[in-house]
């Protein structure tokens, strides 16, 4: 079964950096994707970058040119770089493969 642990969350001041880390096992498929997403208070949860075992990524709008999704060599953890952090960054974020969601991890930013 896939198991998905994020990390790296915490309080950061506008316009700092934070790097969530996603480490998961059980992935079987040659092909799959890695999703991030986010859910603020009262908000409905949103796609935010994704990437694939073929390295090929995607980011939304709102994070394009701050954000930089990465796996690494062994394809066990998947990173999100977050830089010039804003306040409406603040959120829950969560790593999904195929369906399956980590526990999520909290990132507020906040001066």
């Known amino acids: 079964q896939l198991q998905l642990v994020e990390a790296g969350g915490g309080l950061v001041q506008p316009g700092g950096s934070l790097r969530l880390s996603c480490a998961y096992s059980?992935?079987?498929?040659?092909?799959?994707?890695i999703g991030w997403f986010r859910q603020a208070p009262g908000m409905e949860r949103e796609g935010v970058s994704c990437?694939?075992?073929?390295?090929?990524?995607n980011y939304a709008d709102s994070v394009k040119g701050r954000f930089t999704i990465s796996t690494d060599n062994a394809k066990t953890t998947a990173y999100l770089h977050m830089n010039s952090l804003k306040p409406e960054d603040t959120a829950v974020y969560y790593c999904?493969?195929?369906?399956?969601w980590g526990q999520g991890t909290q990132v507020t930013v906040s001066s």
């Open positions: 999904s493969i195929q369906g399956y």
């Open positions: 059980g992935c079987t498929l040659d092909y799959y994707a």
């Open positions: 990437i694939t075992s073929l390295a090929r990524t």
